[in-house]
């Protein structure tokens, strides 16, 4: 689905405005997971997903996995998944009810945002060196 240049621009001001939060995201994860395959693998299914959900599942699997395996991720996802609820509330104020709609603004919004969030990692990563 085609966006108009409207709902891009609407788009572009909320990730603006929510920049603070994904900067804190992005530390957190460099504070928590300092190798960065992990936070690779989470942009690259950000960009090249076709569904929200398989993003906060992403999330979720690997909070859940064995206690010895990744502890860190517990300590980071439940404000991923906090600040990916932001979004999806932002994604069904824009759409208008249109379910189409909204999911590709929700997918926008998401690839807005994981940009923000690994730019920031990675910074953060130069000051933890």
């Given at each position: ?20 939060q ?7 994860l460099a ?18 997903t ?35 609820e ?15 709609r ?10 807005g ?17």
């Amino acid at each position: 689905m085609t966006l108009s240049m409207e709902t891009l621009r609407e788009i572009d001001i909320f990730l603006e405005e929510f920049y603070p939060q994904s900067q804190t995201a992005g530390r957190e994860l460099a504070r928590a997971l300092p190798e960065k395959s992990q936070i690779r693998n989470l942009e690259t299914l950000v960009i090249s997903t076709r569904r929200f959900s398989e993003i906060k599942n992403f999330i979720k699997n690997q909070a859940g996995k064995e206690k010895e395996a990744n502890p860190q991720w517990r300590r980071v996802a439940p404000n991923l998944l906090k600040q990916l609820e932001e979004l999806e509330n932002q994604a069904a104020t824009l759409s208008g009810g249109d379910p189409g709609r909204t999911l590709a603004i929700k997918l926008h919004l998401a690839r807005g945002w994981v940009k923000q969030v690994v730019a920031n990692y990675l910074f953060a990563l130069l000051g933890q060196n």
